[in-house]
Antibody, heavy 122, light 107 residues
Framework: EVQLVESGGGLAKPGGSLRLDCAAS????????MTWVRQAPGKALQWVGRIKSNSNGGTTDYSGPVKGRFIISRDDSKNTLYLQMNSLTTEDTGVYFC?????????????WGQGTLVTVSS | DIQMTQSPSSLSASVGDKVTMTCRASQNIRNYLSWYQQKAGKAPRLLIS???TLQSGVPARFSGSGSETEFTLTISSLQLEDFATYYC?????????FGQGTKVEIK
């Protein structure tokens, strides 16, 4: 059974930093494309970014609002995905989901964590 | 970036109704589109990929169609467990943008 467990959420000040971790199990993590999706309170899902598997180059892509501030990385030896969030603003407040993408443009995000809440406030 | 526009933003329907919602892409995305269901306080669930391929375990009352810039998600006979918010996602280039969602509420 696929399990994705996020941690690291909490309260941060505007301009501050926070790192989210996602512990993965139940699948071959090193082969997986991993994604972060966030959701502001009462708002729609927003794709934050993605990291491809190392066999696909391990490259990252980001949405416009987070590009240059957020960094997605992975440690395949620890089956863990990371989201380093810098220069936080109140607009970054929301639930952050770690998710596994099947890596196929004809596919989808097939597994999700339960989400971790990030609140940016002074 | 590709923009995804869903309509309506919300709808009210009764159990047993046929429900249809639309997702429009700002440019041709062929059939690189997926649909998700999200219930309140829960993580989303993948329903449909490649615009029309039902995922394993998803009831056959759900169907997806469309290509290029216009896509449709249909629930043939709405059940109580289907009251949720539905999102489309374009899977072309980057970012892989979500639409703003269609909330299906009980009439």
């Amino acid at each position: 059974e696929v399990q994705l467990v996020e941690s690291g959420g909490g309260l941060a000040k505007p301009g501050g930093s926070l790192r989210l971790d996602c512990a993965a199990s139940g699948f071959t993590f090193s082969h997986a494309w991993m994604t972060w999706v966030r959701q502001a309170p009462g708002k729609a899902l927003q794709w934050v970014g993605r990291i491809k598997s190392n066999s696909n180059g391990g490259t990252t892509d980001y949405s416009g609002p987070v590009k240059g501030r957020f960094i997605i990385s992975r440690d395949d030896s620890k089956n863990t995905l990371y989201l380093q969030m810098n220069s936080l603003t109140t607009e970054d407040t929301g639930v952050y989901f770690c998710a596994k993408d099947d890596g196929d443009i004809l596919g989808g995000i097939d597994s999700w964590g339960q989400g971790t809440l990030v609140t940016v406030s002074s | 970036d590709i923009q995804m526009t869903q309509s309506p933003s919300s709808l009210s329907a009764s159990v047993g109704d046929k429900v249809t919602m639309t997702c429009r892409a700002s440019q041709n995305i062929r059939n690189y589109l997926s649909w998700y269901q999200q219930k309140a306080g829960k993580a989303p669930r993948l329903l449909i990929s490649a615009a029309g391929t039902l995922q394993s375990g998803v009831p056959a009352r759900f169907s997806g169609s469309g290509s290029e810039t216009e896509f449709t998600l249909t629930i043939s006979s709405l059940q109580l467990e289907d009251f949720a918010t539905y999102y489309c996602q374009a899977r072309v280039g980057a970012p892989w943008t979500f639409g703003q969602g269609t909330k299906v509420e009980i009439k």
